[in-house]
Each structure stands twice: as structure tokens, then as C-alpha cells.
């Protein structure tokens, strides 16, 4: 089976609708194609849009695997506060004025900070794969647990501040740029291409899709599927925890309080804007690229074209909605082949 | 049924109100007790509002009963219902929602308990309900703003502004928009071209921004409803290669600490307040209530205005 050719048709929707999208944009503002350079970096409504859409595409990417086994983490924004209110704790939270020159200090060495937050990521998804693999939870009740009590852990580690970092270094993996391209998109390709080798290259994505198809009958085939589920919930927590550093890096502060709050939604719309069915088994993670990307556009259109603040959650949502039916496969059918019975039904 | 339920509400509550502050349950003689129902800690606002609150009562000689909600209305509900049990002299707390009190404040009307509203106000019919509100005005904090703007600024021609709503629907929101709004009125050369929210949020304040800049080149003047927004946009004019301060003019409302780091830095030009300490106030109230003297009404903070002239030397006084 060749998993390419697969989602090589599959993506084929998305795109248009992304393309849409960006057309949309385009249409209102004429100059949203135009790049320049400032500061070092790139400049431009493009850049914004990749930049913006970088923790979410992280997130999705994760929440994509857990997905595909039949699984759900809503507990992801949680995490992304948690792991940005851990980086800003032990990073610096105090500015220190010496003969009038505000100076920079970090309370431990970054490097440590920033595995901490990491570390922390992991095992927030390793109790949800706990919870959900070995005590046998449903998935969204296990990570709901999480979802809940992690903003009270992330208020606790900010003490429900808004906790403001004060070291530069720390500034460049949300506002840096590497080659003219600000550093997260880099982070986001570095993790889409390791796992798309992972889930290609190897039999890791047959035994993902094997897993959210049937279980048991997967466990008969010889795939230790609790195990392959406990770690896939670690890699999504993982996702989250970059996805937080990057956001408190970006704003130069922890708030435990509004930090990936509703991110878990938007990762999941990302996942189902990309064509990975909800209830397992397939996935393309090039389309939950594309859905994040479709995501971010329409928050950039909604921004930028002068939509009145109070009508905004229902322009998203009429044109989620508008999405969704371009990619059923069944109203298409019905559009095109005037009622003619649908086979199968999907 | 209902009784024992009761009694056992008010053992948790008093169970989580000893746990919140440490003061002896017994006080020696008769001090008035004062019981506060906290929305939560939600902000760097709230967090200032209530170590005002527990300092004030300490430094007033007054007993207060404390209980964090964490933002949800039962659980206020809930706690108002303890201190009723327990016979405080006076209630007091900040609601969280605007509806839905008046079955709560009727019980504590009958029980002859006096409630005093904290920074928000409540929607309801019975004006008897509660003695008095303090609270800050948010139109006027608006206002505030508007008119630092037209006495500042004196560059001929037209200014463009763009405006970081708060919270979709919240009266902050409302409020400081209506304000603002009303004052530039008088001044045609000032238009607000641009107007999204940006949810208070630091984050969300800069990516709204960021769309901003790169969909309109004519910025004049930004107007955030809080500093945080105005924090986050900051970043993102930075990031645009433009001075904010001096090309663009950045006004913020709450006067918090990070305010005052960006106009030391001379990145923003003006915050106005909105004072979290009410403690003082709030206890002055109730003493005059429990010695039967009249109140007013409506009490509004005090609350100044912070160009980043100032900024430097109020710093070191700033709580929050």
C-alpha cells in the first residue's frame, strides 16, 4: 500500500480551500503578497501567517497521531501554559535596573529551562497515555482530566500572574529569524519532516493507522498497541510543550491564564480541516498542515478586512462550515450527480 | 434538609476561608467581621485587588472572611450563603456575572445583612439589594484616554487610530470603547480606521496588531483597552521596523507594572488607571454601614492618569 498516492488525492480539497482562502485575502489587500526585509527578516502578511500558525501546526501534528488512533487530547492548551509558565519561571522573571540600564538575567541556564518545559510536556502526555492505554480511560474523558486541573498547575507556577521574561536569548524562538525566516517555522518543518520519514520510511504510520482501525485485531497481528498509544499521547504532549515555549517566547511573558486557551479546539479543527477522519485509522499530516494553514489565513483575513469584533466567531464558523461541506465527499456526489444513490455511504 | 445542608456549606466555607487567611477565628472582642467573596485570580489586577482588600482589613482592624470563587458564579453563590450562616456584619464581593444575584442577595436582605458590590455592578430590579457599589468607571477611563489624546497630540492633519477592543461583550469592553469614542467626537481630524479584539491578552494583542500593519500604513495612534494588549502590539510595531512611542502613539488602560517597564523605555506614551487597591475605600464603607451612618450609593475609585514622564518616578510606588 502506498500511503503517498493516498493522500496525494486527499489533499486535493484543502488545498483548494486554503487556496480560497488566500485569494480572499488577496482580494481585500492588495498587498498581501508583498515581502520585505526588516530587521534582519522577512516582512510580510505571508511570514505573519506561517509564524502565527506555528504552534498550532505543532499541536495538530501531534494531535493528528493521537487521532489516527482512535484517541482525542483536549489537555494540549493546558499544556502549552504549563510548559510556557515553567520556561518563564526558571528563565527570569525580574527586571533588574543597574545605574539606570535595564539588564537581562536568567535564574538557570536556558538550555536546562527549556528541557524542563519540554520534559514537563512529555509527561503531561505520558499520564494522558497512561490514563488512556493503561487504565483503559476514553481518551476524551483521560485528557479532560488534564485539561482541567493544568491551568490551576499552570496558575500555581506563575502564582497567577502574568509572569514577564527578561533575557534576551530566550526572545529568538518566537521572534527570531534564521536566514531571513523567523525560527518557529523552522521548529515546525524540523518535527513535519522527522515524522513524516518516521511514518513513511518505517512501519511506525502502518502500525498508528493499523491500531485506530482495529485494535484487536492489531494486537493479534503482533503490535503492542498500548504501548504505541502511551507514547503517541507523550509525542502530542511533547508538540504542546514546544507550542507553549514558542508562544511565551513570542510574547515575552507566561500567562497561565490565557495561554493556549481553546488551542486544543483549533489543533483538532486543523486535524478534520486536513481530511484525517475523527474516528481513526487514516491520517495526513501534510493535510493538518494545510488545515492549520486555513485556520490561520481565515484569522488574518478576519483581522485585517475590518470584521466587526462581535461577528467574528460566526465568520469563522460559516466558513469552517463552507470547508467541511467542500471536502464531503457526499455532497459533492449530490451536487454533481444529481441524485444519484451514493454508494457506501461515508 | 435544607439546614443541615446549609451547615455543612458553611463548614467548607469557613474551612477554605481559614485556610485563605491567616487570622485567629476567635478575634477577642467584638470586631466587625467582613466577609469577601472573590471572583478569582484571573489577572495581575486581581491579584493587586486582593492583597488590597486583606491589607486594608488587617490595617482597619477588621475581620475578614475571604474565599476565592476561581471565576465561577455557584461558587460566589455558595460562599455568600456561608457568610450568611455565619452572621458576618457585612458582605461584600465582585461579581462575576452581572445576572443571576437576586435570590442570593435576597437570603442576605432577610438575614439583615448589608452587601457592598466591588468593581463590577449586578442587573437587577431591586435596587434594595445592596447598599452600595464602589467600583471604577470605565467610561470615564475612556474618556480619560481620549482627552490625554486630543491635549497631546499636535501633529497637523488627520490621525488615524486603531483600537484593541477587550473581551467581546464585557462591560470594560463596552465601557471604555463608548468613552473613548465620545470625547474624539469633538475633533474631526481624530477617526478610529480600525477596531478588533484582542481578548486582553498579550498575545492576542500583538497578532491583531501585526494584521494591522501590514493591511494599513497610516497609523497614527494605537488605543488598547488594557495594557497588556498594548504591551503585546508594541512588540509588533517594534517588529514592523517602526517606534512605537513616536511613530506610533500608544495608549493603555490599568496602569500595571509592564506599562510602566514600556514608558520608562519610552515605548509608550500614556497609561490611564484603573485601581485594583479599593481596600481602603471598601473598608471605610463598611464601617460607616455598621455604624449606621449613610453611603453614598456609587463610589468610584481614584484614579489617575500616567504619561510616560511620570512614569519613571511613580514606578517604584506601583503594586501591581
Known amino acids: 500500500m502506498n500511503l503517498q498516492s493516498i493522500s496525494k488525492g486527499r489533499l486535493f480539497w484543502p488545498l483548494v480551500a486554503l487556496f480560497l482562502m488566500v485569494m480572499v485575502n488577496f482580494w481585500f489587500n492588495p498587498d498581501f503578497f508583498s515581502i520585505k526585509v526588516v530587521n534582519n527578516g522577512l516582512y510580510g502578511s505571508v511570514i505573519d501567517i506561517l509564524n502565527r500558525a506555528a504552534p498550532v501546526m505543532l499541536i495538530a501534528m501531534g494531535m493528528t497521531l493521537v487521532i489516527a488512533t482512535r484517541g482525542i487530547d483536549i489537555s494540549v492548551g493546558a499544556t502549552v501554559a504549563i510548559s510556557g509558565a515553567i520556561a518563564a519561571a526558571l528563565i527570569g522573571g525580574s527586571l533588574e535596573i543597574k545605574d539606570g540600564v535595564q539588564t537581562y538575567v536568567s535564574n538557570t541556564p536556558m538550555s536546562l529551562a527549556i528541557l524542563a518545559a519540554l520534559g514537563v510536556g512529555l509527561l503531561c502526555g505520558l499520564w494522558n497515555g497512561f490514563l488512556v492505554a493503561g487504565v483503559g480511560m476514553q481518551p476524551i474523558i483521560a485528557t479532560l482530566i488534564l485539561m482541567v486541573a493544568g491551568r490551576g498547575i499552570a496558575q500555581l507556577i506563575t502564582g497567577g500572574q502574568i509572569v514577564t521574561i527578561y533575557y534576551e536569548p530566550f526572545f529568538f524562538f518566537g521572534n527570531g529569524f534564521f536566514l531571513g525566516v523567523p525560527f518557529a517555522i523552522y521548529l515546525v518543518a524540523a518535527v513535519a519532516v522527522v515524522l513524516l520519514l518516521l511514518v513513511h520510511r518505517t512501519a511506525l504510520g502502518l502500525f498508528v493507522q493499523a491500531v485506530g482501525l482495529n485494535p484487536t485485531a492489531s494486537r493479534f497481528s503482533g503490535i503492542s498497541a498500548r504501548a504505541l498509544i502511551f507514547w503517541v499521547y507523550g509525542f502530542c504532549g511533547v508538540t504542546a510543550a514546544v507550542a507553549g515555549v514558542i508562544i511565551a517566547s513570542n510574547v515575552k511573558s507566561a500567562d497561565g491564564n490565557n495561554a493556549g486557551l481553546m488551542m486544543e479546539l483549533d489543533a483538532i479543527l486543523a486535524v478534520a480541516l486536513g481530511g484525517t477522519s475523527l474516528d481513526g485509522g487514516r491520517f495526513s499530516l501534510i493535510g493538518t498542515l494545510i488545515g492549520a494553514l486555513i485556520l490561520q489565513t481565515l484569522s488574518y483575513a478576519i483581522y485585517s478586512l475590518g470584521v466587526p469584533p462581535e461577528i467574528n466567531l460566526v465568520v469563522k464558523a460559516i466558513v469552517v462550515f463552507v470547508v467541511c461541506l467542500i471536502q464531503s465527499e457526499a455532497l459533492r456526489n449530490m451536487l454533481f450527480q444529481r441524485r444519484t444513490r451514493v454508494e457506501g455511504q461515508a | 434538609m435544607l439546614k443541615s445542608r446549609r451547615s455543612l456549606l458553611s463548614a467548607i466555607v469557613m474551612g477554605l476561608v481559614a485556610g485563605a487567611v491567616a487570622m485567629p477565628a476567635f478575634a477577642a472582642d467584638k470586631k466587625i467581621t467582613l466577609g469577601f467573596a472573590q471572583v478569582g485570580a484571573e489577572s495581575e489586577w486581581r491579584a493587586a485587588n486582593t492583597v488590597s482588600i486583606k491589607e486594608a482589613a488587617k490595617a482597619a482592624g477588621i475581620d475578614l472572611k475571604f474565599s476565592d470563587a476561581q471565576q465561577k458564579q455557584e461558587n460566589q453563590i455558595k460562599a455568600i450563603r456561608g457568610y450568611i450562616a455565619q452572621k458576618v456584619d457585612v458582605i461584600s464581593f465582585a461579581p462575576v456575572v452581572t445576572t443571576g444575584w437576586d435570590t442570593v442577595l435576597k437570603e442576605a436582605k432577610a438575614a439583615k445583612i448589608p452587601v457592598v458590590l466591588t468593581d463590577r455592578s449586578v442587573d437587577t430590579k431591586d435596587e434594595s439589594l445592596y447598599v452600595a457599589m464602589i467600583a471604577s468607571d470605565f467610561t470615564e477611563e475612556g474618556r480619560k484616554a481620549g482627552k490625554w489624546l486630543l491635549e497631546n497630540y499636535k501633529t497637523p492633519g488627520d490621525v488615524n487610530i486603531v483600537e484593541l477592543q477587550g473581551t467581546v461583550g464585557s462591560a470594560p469592553a463596552i465601557e471604555r470603547k463608548k468613552g473613548f469614542e465620545e470625547v474624539i467626537k469633538a475633533d474631526p481630524r481624530f477617526k478610529i480606521t480600525r477596531s478588533q479584539t484582542g481578548d486582553f491578552t498579550r498575545a492576542k494583542g500583538k497578532e491583531v496588531m501585526e494584521a494591522f500593519l501590514k493591511a494599513d500604513a497610516n497609523i497614527n495612534v494605537l488605543y488598547a483597552h488594557n495594557d497588556d494588549m498594548a504591551i503585546g502590539a508594541i512588540q509588533a510595531i517594534e517588529a514592523a521596523g517602526k517606534k512605537p512611542g513616536k511613530d506610533i ?72
Not at chain 2, 490611564?272 to 454601614?289: W, Y
Open chain 2, 249 to 320: 502613539i500608544v495608549i493603555g488602560v490599568d496602569a500595571v507594572k509592564g506599562a510602566f517597564e514600556a514608558m520608562m523605555a519610552g515605548k509608550m506614551n500614556v497609561s490611564i488607571e484603573c485601581n485594583p487597591q479599593l481596600g481602603p475605600q471598601l473598608m471605610e464603607v463598611v464601617k460607616d454601614i455598621v455604624a449606621g451612618k449613610p453611603v453614598p450609593r456609587r463610589i468610584i475609585t481614584k484614579e489617575g492618569v500616567f504619561p510616560m514622564e511620570t512614569a519613571a518616578k511613580e514606578f517604584p510606588n506601583r503594586k501591581y
